[in-house]
């Protein structure tokens, strides 16, 4: 798997960071979950790096300190894993990329 870096949320090395894949997903590196493997934590600004036209294609639960949780794909392969910076409090997944699709004509009221 090819990782672009798209941008990350803080300074320094690791941090929560979103990458676009050669597969038409997103890799999210966040902080760990405690006792789930698969759910990352990460800040509402990291999604301000997502492709334009596109969005997350993962249910997201708001924390209500800053922060969304979402799940995906723990991602196992040593290549990406390789070009990344995780401390040990961070894990990463693999989520979809989708289209963002607009249904209908012009709100009235």
């Known amino acids: 798997m090819r990782l672009t870096f798209l941008g990350k949320a803080t300074q320094g090395g690791g ?5 676009a894949t050669d597969r038409n997903t997103y890799v ?5 979950v405690p006792g789930q ?3 990352v934590e990460i800040p509402h600004r990291l999604l301000a790096y997502v492709e334009t036209g596109t969005y997350v ?3 997201m639960a ?4 800053g922060s ?3 799940s995906g794909a723990p991602v196992d392969d040593t290549d990406a ?3 990344m910076d995780i401390p040990g409090h961070e894990t990463c997944v693999e989520v979809p990329k989708t ?3 607009w249904f209908g004509g012009t709100a009235a009221g």
């Open 28 to 32: 999210v590196q966040g902080w760990k």
């Open 57 to 59: 294609g993962a249910r």
């Open 15 to 19: 941090s929560p960071t979103l990458f």
């Open 99 to 101: 289209e963002e699709r």
């Open 62 to 65: 708001d924390t209500g300190r």
């Open 37 to 39: 493997t698969s759910t």
């Open 81 to 83: 894993l390789s070009q």
């Open 68 to 70: 969304f949780t979402l």
